[in-house]
Each structure stands twice: as structure tokens, then as C-alpha cells.
């Protein structure tokens, strides 16, 4: 009896934690074939995943024409006003999109976020029409976005099934930015910021993507993993800690990956709710951000740690393994993955349809006549280092 009471309050002990019952999504990126799923429909906050969106939806108006790699992107007084995560850069200051991105999917800069958004779009309110017009458009049925960035609103919501299908339309429709969603590491000037991702050092075959935190979405991750010919995404949803859900994601990675898809699995394009699906996004602020945790409100980042239910009544079951453990056999040690790309503001030379970059005043230069006076020469606005004169037509005689 004693036992059955143990097991039964295990039970309702497991049945509480909401990272137990949070979702998940493993699809194979070339097949669309489902590998492993749990509650991917329910809808969810998306923190700083959020960024991926935002990311598609640039790609989508580089493609259109009007902007370049090269277009500039300028940092305002909305956009600096940002909490944290933020790089800081004072209001004024110019850098192109092509930095910008690179800031976004490493730092997961908010205030990057948001002047990314304004430089693309003219405004933020604009630039979100822009993400839930591209959302609508790919079938993401449970999303709505209200900010580029991912800091906690109430509207703001996603899916593991949703996210599943973004991460594969970016690598289907701009397979050229790949490298976005890979990079270790950034300096900016003196500092080194590492990628908030720990797969990409610590999981063989990672190729990316991006992680996201606040209070009350949890800790989320989308990664794409490479292996064997065959590319896998993982959605993991609402980590009680980054631990966990590095763990998680890794467990199930590594499974998926043990276990080719059935010729007749299901397809993410084709899948519907096996279950019933939550149609309002849980919040995890409780279980994740307590005074215990220690932990603020940034954006991105992790809690302290915390164990698995481990041994909890040995008498009655099989011990499971710790969270270390876990770790030890789903993920490679912590590396020292010095690899880098510097970034700096300025060499925003592409297309500016906002009027970004004031214009420079002219300059004038003068010649003397033959009776002594200085007349101004016209002249055209070339390179920012020069102004090319143009002579007057010779007078006749």
C-alpha cells in the first residue's frame, strides 16, 4: 500500500511540472515527415524566437527589391528604450542590416530588433503588419506577433508547429542566409558575445537557428541538426531551465535521429491536433522566475539550474537519471569555441528609401576668372569623401 501511495504522488507530482507536458516538434526538414511531436498545437509565448520571424520577414523585403544587405539601419530613441538583452549602440548611430541580422540571431539584441524593424518597414507598427502578413501567408495558423523582439505580451503567441514551419521556410525560401543562424560568436569592439545556443558547440552536427527566454514562456529553442545526409529541425518548448531544455532537445535529436521516419508518418503540412490543443499560451513566470530562481526579466538568458525528480521513491521504482547524467550522455562538454565574426557600425551603402543617412552638405569649389573674381563651381554630390566639380561650358567667343 505504501508503495501505491508512493507511485500515485510521483504521478500527481510529474502531472505538475509544466515542463513535463510542454511542447515539442521534431519534423525532417527535407520529407516534411513527423518524427516526434507533444501538444504542437498548443499555443505558446515565443520569447525571442520571435526573431526568426522577424529575420524571414527582412529576407522577404530584401527579395522584393527596395533593400540590400547593404541598406542602412538607424537606432532610435523607441528602439534604444528597449530592455534587455540590447547591444546599446547610442540613438543615431548607422550600421547596415547585414550587421544588424548578425547581431540579432547572436546577442538577440531588442533594441537591434526594433530598429531593424523601423529601417525596413518606416515604422515598428508597420514592420509587425509586414511579420503577420508573411505568417498568414505561410499557414501559421496559431501566431500572432505584436513586437520584432519577443518581449512578453499577452497577444503575442506561437506553436511548436508553427515555428516548425517557419524554420523550414527559411531554410527552403533563403537557403543564401543560412549562415545567419550558425555564427558562434560576435565582437563588437573589445567584447565577445557568444550565441545564446549551446547545440552549435555542443551537439555534433548542429547547423542553427535560436533560442528564447522570458518569464512566461520558459526557456524555448528551434535547432537544425545535420547528420547522416538527413537534416532534422527540433522545436522544444517551456524549459523550467536552459539545462533542461538543452537536454531535452538533445534526447530528442539524438532519438529521431536513431529512428528514420515510417514511409507512412505523418506530414507537418498535413498533420492536425491529435488532442486537445490549449488556445491560450501557458505562463511559466511561477515555475521559472521565482525569488528561488533569481531571475529578471531580459528576453534571453537562463535560470539556475535545477534537478530532475531523481530517486524520489527508490523503494518503489527505477531511479531515474539525473539531469547530469542526461547531459552527459545527450551532449559534448561545454567547449572553448573561440570562432568570431567582427562587427561595427557604418558601411551602409545600399539603397536608404527612409532617408536614413542624412545628406551631407555640399561643398563648394571655387576658380578665379581671367578679370580676378571667384566664381563657385556647381557641383554633384558624389562618394562621401568627395565632391566631384563639374566645369561650365566654355564661353563663346
Not at 74 to 89: D, E, H, T, W
Not at 290 to 298: C, G, L, N
Request: with cysteine.
Amino acid at each position: 500500500m505504501a508503495a501505491l501511495r508512493a507511485v500515485c504522488f510521483l504521478a500527481l507530482f510529474l502531472l505538475a511540472l509544466p515542463a513535463n507536458g510542454a511542447p515539442h516538434l521534431v519534423v525532417d526538414m527535407r520529407s516534411g515527415k513527423v518524427i516526434s511531436r507533444q501538444q504542437e498545437f498548443d499555443r505558446w509565448y515565443p520569447a525571442s524566437l520571435t526573431k526568426l520571424m522577424t529575420a524571414y520577414t527582412v529576407f522577404q523585403a530584401i527579395k522584393g527589391g527596395k533593400l540590400t544587405l547593404m541598406s542602412p539601419v538607424r537606432v532610435s530613441a523607441n528602439a534604444l528604450a528597449n530592455p534587455p538583452s540590447k547591444i546599446g549602440f547610442p540613438e543615431g548611430s548607422i550600421l547596415n542590416i547585414d550587421t544588424a541580422l548578425k547581431i540579432l540571431m547572436v546577442k538577440s539584441a531588442n533594441d537591434i530588433a526594433t530598429a531593424l524593424a523601423e529601417s525596413v518597414a518606416g515604422s515598428e507598427p508597420a514592420f509587425v503588419s509586414m511579420m503577420n502578413a508573411e505568417a498568414a501567408r505561410l499557414g501559421m495558423r496559431d501566431s500572432n506577433f505584436v513586437n520584432p523582439h519577443g518581449l512578453h505580451d499577452v497577444q503575442q503567441y506561437t506553436s511548436a508547429r508553427d515555428l516548425a514551419v517557419l524554420a523550414i521556410a527559411i531554410r527552403k525560401d533563403f537557403a543564401a542566409y543560412d549562415g545567419y543562424f550558425k555564427i558562434p560568436a560576435i565582437k563588437v569592439g573589445n567584447k565577445l558575445l557568444q550565441n545564446h545556443n549551446p547545440l552549435l558547440q555542443r551537439f555534433d552536427g548542429a547547423t542553427g537557428m535560436k533560442t528564447g527566454f522570458v518569464c512566461a514562456s520558459g526557456l524555448n529553442i528551434v535547432a537544425t541538426v545535420k547528420r547522416q545526409g538527413r537534416e532534422l529541425v527540433a522545436v522544444v518548448l517551456g524549459g523550467p531551465t536552459g539545462r533542461e531544455r538543452n537536454v531535452r532537445a538533445a534526447k530528442l535529436l539524438t532519438e529521431s535521429f536513431a529512428k528514420p521516419a515510417p514511409f507512412t508518418a505523418v506530414k507537418l503540412e498535413t498533420m492536425r491536433p491529435s488532442g486537445q490543443v490549449k488556445r491560450f499560451a501557458t505562463d511559466m513566470r511561477e515555475e521559472v522566475c521565482s525569488k528561488k530562481a533569481k531571475v529578471t526579466e531580459s528576453g534571453e538568458g537562463e535560470p539556475e539550474s535545477k534537478p530532475l525528480v531523481a530517486g524520489l521513491f527508490a523503494a518503489a521504482t527505477k531511479p531515474e537519471p539525473t539531469l547530469e547524467e542526461l547531459e552527459a550522455i545527450y551532449l559534448k562538454p561545454k567547449g572553448s569555441d573561440t570562432r568570431s565574426i567582427s562587427v561595427a557600425l557604418g558601411n551602409a551603402t545600399g539603397p536608404d528609401p527612409y532617408g536614413l543617412i542624412a545628406p551631407e552638405p555640399a561643398t563648394e569649389t571655387a576658380f578665379a576668372t581671367s578679370d580676378g573674381v571667384t566664381t563657385p563651381w556647381p557641383v554633384i554630390p558624389g562618394t562621401k569623401s568627395a565632391k566631384v566639380p563639374v566645369p561650365q561650358p566654355r564661353p563663346k567667343r
